[in-house]
C-alpha cells in the first residue's frame, strides 16, 4: 500500500518543479524514489511468498487430515451402509469434494485476506485524499455486492449438481470396470458405451449451465470498477483543476483504486470457489455425520482379551431394515472345541445367521452370546481378531500373494504363512508359481482361479489363529477330494475351537458334530449325519438328491 503514496509525493514535487522554476528535483531524488518503489515491490514480493507458501502448505495439511479422518469414518462405518451407497459416489467425495474443500482453504482464503486488506487499507487513504469523490467512486460496488449475493446462491446449487453428476460418472466406470467380464459374457460393450455416454453428456451439461453463469457473473467484476475509474477520471481531474487535491494525489488516488480493481475481480473467483467449496463440504459432512450401526457402547467389558469360543443363540429374530424377518426363534447352542454345520435352501438365512457372530450385521442384544457374555459386551477388537471368517466369494487386493494371506497379521512369519497355505492346500500350488509366494495378483485376485482365491482366504483366516472359524459356502469352487484334505487338516488345528461351515454339499458337513436345517429363518432340524438321515426329512432328502447326482455324474 506504500507505493501510490511514494508515487503521490514524487508527481507533487514535479509538479512544484513544473510550476515554479526556482524549484528544482534533483535526478538523484528521483532515482532514490525509484529505488524506493523497486525496495518496496521486493520486500512485496518476498511477503507474497512467504504467505503463498504458508497458506498453501496449510490447506495441504488440513486436507491431508481431513482425507484421513474420513477414510477412518468409513473404516467405521458398519457393512450395512455400504448395501445402499454407491463406490464411485465415495470416490468422488474423496477426491474431487477434498480438492474443492483445499481450494477454499488455500486460494480462496488467501484472496479474500488480500481483497480485504486492500481494500480496507485503500479505501481509508481514498478517504483521507478526498471523501467526496471516493464515495462517488465506490457507488457501484454496493450494486456488486447484491450481485454476488444471488448468483453466488446459483452456483452453490449448480456446484450440487455437478458433483452429483460426477459421481454417477465414477459410479459407471467403477462398476463397469468390476464388472468387465459380464459385459463381455453378453456382448453389451455398445449398450455400456452409450450410458457412459449419457452421463458424461449430462456431466458436460451442467457443467455448461455453471459455466454460463460463471462467464455473466466474472465480467461484471471488470464492469463495475471500469466505471469508477470513468467516474474518477472525469470527477478527479475536476478536482485536480479545481485544486481540490494535488495531481500527486489524483495519481495516488487513482492508482489505489486500481489496486480495488484486482481484489473485486478476485471476489469473483472468492465466491465461486467459496460456493463449490461449501457445496463439498456438505457432501463430505454427510458420510462424517453419519454414525455406525455397529459400535462398542457403554456396556463393553475392556478387560476381555480373549475368548473361548461357546456360542449361544437365545429366542433369536433378525430382520434387515425393518423388513420382513430373516431368522425366526432362533435357539442353538454351539459348545467349544465342536464343529456346527449349517444347511438350507437359497435365501434360509444361513449367511445371516454366521454374520451375527463377528457382529457383522447387529442382532438385538441378549440374543447372542460368547462364553456366557452378550456378544455387545465383548470389545469389537477383540471379538474380530479371534475370528476367522472365510466367505464364498472371497475378496483379494490387488497385491502379492504372501500379504493377502498375511492380511491380518502385522508381523507375519514366512513359514507359518506357508503352514497356513498348506493347510488350505494350497501350498504345493504356490511353488509352482514362478514369483511364489511374491506373485503379484490382479484386480481382486482375477488372476488366479476361484478354487485358489478361496484357499488363499482360508489361509488368511487360519493364520491369524482363530478362536472361532467361519466358512461360509468356502468350498463352493474346490473339488470334493481337495475339500476332504482341507477338512482333515483343519480337524487337527481346530481341536478345542469352534468351527462353523456353511455349506450346499453333504460331504462338506456330514462329519461335523452338529447339523442344522434352516427353512425360511427357522431351524427345522437339527442333530448328527445319521440322526438326521433317519428322521428322513429335508437333510435325508437334500443327502440322497446329492447320490443321485453323483451317480449320473459318474455315467
Excluded: C
Excluded at 477426491?95 to 482453504?105: E, F, H
Excluded at 478476485?266 to 457432501?283: C, H, N, P
Excluded at 482360508?458 to 470334493?480: E, Y
Amino acid at each position: 500500500m506504500i507505493g501510490p503514496k511514494i508515487l503521490q509525493v514524487v508527481f507533487d514535487e514535479l509538479e512544484v518543479a513544473y510550476r515554479d522554476p526556482s524549484e528544482t528535483i534533483s535526478i538523484e531524488r528521483i532515482f532514490y524514489f525509484a529505488l524506493l518503489i523497486f525496495g518496496v515491490a521486493l520486500f512485496g514480493g518476498i511477503l507474497r511468498f512467504l504467505q503463498r507458501r504458508t497458506i498453501q502448505g496449510v490447506a495441504r495439511q488440513t486436507e491431508f487430515h481431513l482425507r484421513a479422518d474420513f477414510f477412518q469414518h468409513l473404516q467405521k462405518l458398519s457393512a450395512s451402509y455400504f448395501d445402499n451407497v454407491r463406490t464411485g459416489d465415495l470416490m468422488t467425495r474423496a477426491t474431487s469434494d477434498l480438492n474443492a474443500i483445499r481450494m477454499v482453504l488455500s486460494n480462496a482464503i488467501m484472496y479474500a485476506a488480500d481483497a480485504t486488506i486492500f481494500f480496507g487499507f485503500a479505501l481509508i487513504i481514498m478517504l483521507r485524499i478526498d471523501t467526496t469523490l471516493t464515495l462517488i467512486a465506490l457507488l457501484p460496488y454496493p450494486i456488486l455486492a447484491l450481485l454476488v449475493r444471488l448468483i453466488g446462491k446459483r452456483l452453490y446449487i449448480h456446484y450440487e449438481g455437478i458433483q452429483e453428476a460426477f459421481s454417477n460418472l465414477n459410479t459407471k466406470v467403477q462398476e463397469n470396470l468390476s464388472g468387465v467380464r459380464v459385459v463381455k459374457a453378453y456382448t453389451l460393450e455398445d449398450s455400456e458405451i452409450e450410458h457412459f455416454q449419457d452421463l458424461n453428456q449430462e456431466f458436460v451439461n451442467r457443467n455448461h449451465k455453471q459455466i454460463r453463469l460463471r462467464n455473466f457473473f466474472f465480467p461484471l467484476f471488470r464492469l463495475f470498477p471500469g466505471i469508477s475509474i470513468a467516474v474518477l477520471l472525469w470527477l478527479g481531474g475536476q478536482h485536480v483543476i479545481d485544486e481540490k487535491i494535488t495531481f500527486g494525489e489524483f495519481i495516488a488516488f487513482n492508482a489505489y483504486l486500481m489496486m480495488l480493481v484486482r481484489p473485486m475481480f478476485m471476489l469473483g473467483f472468492i465466491v465461486d470457489t467459496f460456493e463449490r467449496g461449501a457445496a463439498s463440504m456438505e457432501r463430505i459432512n454427510a458420510i462424517l455425520n453419519e454414525e455406525p450401526e455397529i459400535y462398542d457402547g457403554d456396556t463393553v467389558k475392556w478387560n476381555i482379551k480373549d475368548i473361548k469360543g461357546e456360542i449361544v443363540f437365545k429366542d433369536l429374530n433378525f430382520a434387515y431394515n425393518g423388513g420382513p424377518p430373516v431368522l425366526k426363534n432362533i435357539n442353538l447352542t454351539i459348545s467349544q472345541g465342536t464343529t456346527l454345520a449349517i444347511v438350507g435352501g437359497t435365501g434360509s438365512g444361513k449367511s445371516t445367521l454366521v454374520h451375527l457372530i463377528p457382529r457383522i450385521r447387529q442382532a438385538v442384544r441378549g440374543t447372542v452370546f460368547i462364553d456366557g457374555i452378550d456378544i455387545q459386551d465383548i470389545p469389537l477388537n477383540t471379538l474380530r481378531s479371534n475370528t476367522g471368517f472365510v466367505e464364498q466369494e472371497p475378496f483379494l487386493f490387488s497385491d502379492y500373494l504372501r500379504n493377502n494371506i498375511a492380511y491380518g497379521v502385522e508381523t507375519p512369519d514366512d513359514e507359518k504363512i506357508r503352514e497356513a497355505s498348506h493347510i488350505s492346500d494350497l501350498l504345493s500350488q504356490i511353488e509352482e508359481f514362478p514369483d511364489g509366494l511374491q506373485t503379484l495378483l490382479g484386480e481382486r485376485g482375477m488372476t488366479i482361479s476361484g478354487g485358489q482365491r478361496q484357499r488363499s482366504a482360508l489361509a488368511r483366516a487360519i493364520l491369524i489363529d482363530p478362536k472361532i472359524l467361519i466358512l461360509d459356502d468356502a468350498f463352493a469352487n474346490i473339488d470334493t477330494q481337495t475339500e476332504d484334505t482341507i477338512l482333515n487338516r483343519l480337524d487337527e488345528i481346530m481341536k478345542d475351537r469352534t468351527t462353523i461351515i456353511v455349506s450346499h454339499r453333504i460331504s462338506t458337513v456330514k462329519s461335523a458334530d452338529q447339523i442344522i436345517v434352516l427353512e425360511d429363518g427357522s431351524i427345522v432340524e437339527s442333530g448328527t449325519h445319521e440322526k438326521l438321515l433317519q428322521q428322513n426329512g429335508i437333510y435325508a432328502g437334500i443327502y440322497e438328491t446329492q447320490l443321485l447326482q453323483d451317480e449320473l455324474e459318474e455315467l
